[in-house]
């Protein structure tokens, strides 16, 4: 994977401009990939492509094997007379274009999909049908879940009636064929985002551009991941958690940070040889050429907090798998191109493990500038087999970084960094950090696009107001793909 310097961009699908309300698969996909080989940028990092739950979060989802139908791009289905111009083209898909709506998006979907499900069900393609084929060991029970929490109003699946919630045969049979209807549908979806998916990865690597994804470790509770098996996580008899993941107090949040996934039983997973976990990461290889595994920590300990508890604060640090879980998916998958999210504090051991592992860890040049104390995220303190951010989708953008953190933080920075205003700050830091000597350099778009606060991604621990930065019409010019280019060229990451 790092065989050579290399850089790229931080962008998800979902903050791509679109005409429809969020980013799709569709031109304006194509046109950033085009920007980012004028660009000589060689890598393209996306946040999850799951569907989104409450919260509107990829990284709590109702599955970790399917993709986002928000996503499937309207005017790819037009093409292939699956939809008119005026099904879509006359929805509020919300008012402003820097921002997701996804209330509007959710209503809105729901009545282009449905027009689509019909005129997909006059001539079904044989690739449905070998598609569902290939992707059986997660798309039934995705597309039976998906039929049952519509059919309950969207109801977690804890609430549901015991034959049902514990999938008693029978039951399931049944449920199988009352809604059949239901089931193709959400098949349907399933087949139209990987369709478009693997044309636009095609595209993206034939520019020499390899494709990012993002792994989280957990899985959200009310999801098919955990209704379909149970057994993998640490549930009671009525499949309730009694302890719950999040992350300790630190310096960032008072209270830590309660995320409230299920937790893994690793003794049963040790059993079954990770086979969960194995055909998740198999998959996921599939859909991407790199994958980042976020809170890789949590493979070597993990924190579990009380299910009743309102904050993190009264977790206690758990025994995970450590280097036999990789040990075991290198000798099923074989060596395999993975970043280690390996942010927060480190103990020896999750040190040991990276090492062992040899997998590049996390730089975060935000994360550098404490004038408190010395920092390991200085970038004179940087090894090769690493990859640097000037953030990452949880910080602010640099400019508003540099507007809120402290005053003695942002001091050492520019001392540090010989930042200027005519150079720009936020250039002056995206040259801190591909002139370092990490093999990977990530660039956030908001930064190259010289964006403040109000394009940050996301907040840890807040509720609301995040995932929904779009970029504006337009915004990734040739001037701006001529200027990274400079920058690239010159620290040699072409």
């Given at each position: ?42 890598m ?18 109702f ?11 309207f005017d ?13 083209a ?17 209503k ?7 027009i ?34 519509e ?21 399931v ?20 985002f ?37 057994q ?22 008072e209270?830590?940070?309660l995320?409230?996934?299920p ?10 040889n ?30 579990a907090?009380?299910?009743k ?29 993975i ?42 303190n ?16 640099i ?17 540090y ?7 720009g700050y936020?250039?002056g ?16 778009a908001?930064d190259?696009l ?10 840890p621990?807040?509720?609301g ?12 010019t040739?001037?701006t793909a ?13």
């Open positions: 994977m790092i065989d050579k310097r290399q850089s790229g961009i931080l962008m998800h699908i979902s903050s791509l401009s679109s005409d429809y309300g969020i980013g799709t698969l569709g031109k304006k996909a194509y046109a950033f990939a085009d920007f980012l080989e004028n660009a000589g940028q060689s393209w990092q996306i946040l999850p492509l799951c569907p989104t739950a409450f919260g509107d979060s990829p990284y709590q989802s599955s970790s094997f399917a993709g986002n139908p928000y996503f499937i791009d790819l289905l037009r093409k292939d007379n699956l939809l008119k111009k005026s099904d879509y006359d929805l509020n898909w919300g008012s402003n274009p820097e921002k997701v709506d996804y209330e509007k998006i959710y809105g979907r729901k009545i282009v999909f449905e689509l499900y019909k005129n997909f069900v006059k001539r079904i393609p044989t690739e449905f049908y070998e598609f569902c084929e290939a992707q059986d060991y997660w798309l039934s029970d995705f597309s039976l879940f998906m039929a049952e929490k059919a309950r109003f969207g109801m977690p699946w804890i609430y549901w009636n015991e034959d049902i919630k514990k999938r008693k045969p029978a039951t049979e049944q449920e199988k064929e009352k809604y059949r209807t239901e089931i193709q549908y959400h098949k349907m979806l399933q087949y139209f990987y369709k478009q998916w693997g044309e636009l990865r095609a595209y993206v690597n034939s520019k020499n551009i390899k494709i990012i994804g993002d792994i989280p470790i957990y899985v959200a509770s009310d999801s098919a991941d955990v209704w379909a098996s149970p993998n996580f640490q549930l009671d008899e009525s499949y309730c958690a009694a302890e719950v993941a999040g992350c300790p107090p630190d310096k960032f949040t209270d830590g940070q995320w409230g996934n937790l893994f039983d690793w003794e049963y997973m040790k059993k079954d990770y086979s969960w976990w194995i055909k998740r990461i198999a998959h996921n290889m599939r859909l991407y050429d790199i994958i980042r595994i976020d809170h890789f920590r949590g493979f070597d300990s993990y924190y907090v009380p299910a508890e309102k904050t993190a604060k009264n977790g206690i640090w758990r025994e995970g798998p450590k280097e036999e879980f990789f040990n075991s998916v290198k000798e099923r998958l074989g060596e395999l191109p970043i280690a999210e390996d942010l927060g504090y480190l103990t020896p051991s999750v040190k040991n493990l990276l090492k062992n592992t040899g997998f590049p860890g996390m730089k975060v040049l935000q994360f550098a500038f404490d004038s408190r104390e010395a920092s390991d995220y200085m970038p004179h940087y090894s090769r087999n690493s990859v640097v951010y000037t953030g990452t989708h949880d910080n602010d953008t400019l508003g970084w540099l507007k809120n953190a402290p005053e003695q933080d942002v001091a050492l920075a520019k001392q960094l010989s930042l200027s205003r005519a150079e936020n250039w830091m995206i040259r801190g950090a591909v002139s370092s000597v990490s093999a990977v350099a990530i660039l956030p908001q190259i010289s964006l403040d606060s109000r394009a940050r991604m996301n907040t621990s807040t509720i107001g995040n995932w929904q930065w779009r970029a504006k019409p337009g915004a990734f040739q001037e001529k200027r990274l280019f400079s920058y690239t060229k010159l620290y040699q990451r072409i």
